[in-house]
């Protein structure tokens, strides 16, 4: 069976056209579901309205590509807003797409399926609104954490200021407890967009972005020049889809927090992330 998975996070909507455990293809569209979710609690009406139409283009485009079944996720937004359930509830009524909302510990063990599929490891994977860190050894995953700290939630609390994005990363990190040693992938939209640009990719390519290693001498010298740059700069770096170009700088920040925290000097940069997760635990045995 031809499946379509679509992931609902806090800063893009992303789709997946998913047989026999293979991706066949992916598509993304920023929406920014998370938006000034850690002032007011919920998911405001424009963010929904923009994410609705976004599911909507996606799921049509899936369904062109030959999808016979289609389903939907949402991450650490549509937990955390008091209003995210009901908002599930309207993208299947509107939209006839089924949305399970995952909890922070299954997202980390979702990253880990997808990126590693059984093998030893570790992921990171920074959202919009959370960032997971997974870590499997001997077949069997050992460690699972979501800290409630993403890249949407840094901007409405930063901005762009440099400084205070620094010292808020710094901090959210110390939540972590000890994690385990472990070759890490770093996996999502930050470890693939900061791959892109440190590559100047135009347009992207996922299988140069697959398996590319990122030392953190390199990636904090990407930092501080995101940093640098206002956000219509950085709309303009070869690499960096446009609706990115307000957090990214945040992640590249909190990237290197947790890279700090656990003592990592490099990390892989792996395109199969959740989605393959959520397709390998759902439909797996259907397949």
Do not use: H
Not at 36 to 54: E, F, H, M, Q, Y
Not at 182 to 204: H, M, N, Q, R, V
Not at 228 to 234: D, N, P, W
Not at 247 to 276: F, Y
């Amino acid at each position: 069976m031809l499946y379509g998975v679509i992931d609902i996070g806090s800063n893009s909507v992303r789709s997946m056209l998913w047989r026999e455990g293979v991706t066949l293809k992916k598509e993304v569209i920023i929406t920014r579901l998370g938006e000034n979710l850690n002032a007011s609690g919920i998911l405001c009406d424009a963010a929904k309205i923009r994410t609705v139409a976004a599911i909507a283009a996606l799921r049509d485009k899936l369904l062109s590509d030959g999808a016979e079944y289609i389903c939907a996720f949402g991450t650490a937004a549509m937990r955390r807003a008091a209003n995210g359930a009901a908002f599930g509830i309207e993208i299947k009524e509107k939209l006839s797409v089924p949305v399970e909302i995952v909890s922070g510990e299954e997202e980390a063990a979702l990253g880990l399926i997808g990126a590693l599929n059984g093998k030893d490891g570790g992921i990171i994977d920074i959202g919009g609104a959370s960032s997971e860190i997974s870590v499997s050894r001997g077949g069997k995953r050992i460690y699972g954490y979501s800290l409630d700290m993403g890249v949407v939630r840094l901007a409405d609390i930063c901005g762009q200021d440099a400084d205070k994005l620094k010292t808020t990363c710094a901090e959210a990190v110390k939540e972590y407890p000890d994690v385990p040693y472990a070759e890490f992938y770093g996996i999502g939209g930050t470890a693939t967009s900061l791959a892109a640009i440190d590559l100047a990719l135009d347009p992207y390519d996922p299988e140069k972005i697959n398996g590319y290693k990122m030392d953190v001498v390199r990636l904090k010298a990407l930092s501080e020049k995101l940093l640098s740059m206002s956000v219509e700069e950085r709309k303009r770096l070869k690499g960096l889809q446009s609706g990115r170009a307000e957090v990214i700088a945040g992640g590249s920040v909190l990237l290197l927090a947790i890279m700090d925290k656990l003592g990592l000097e490099e990390i892989t940069v792996s395109e199969s992330d959740n989605l393959e997760g959520y397709a390998l635990s759902r439909f797996k045995e259907k397949a």
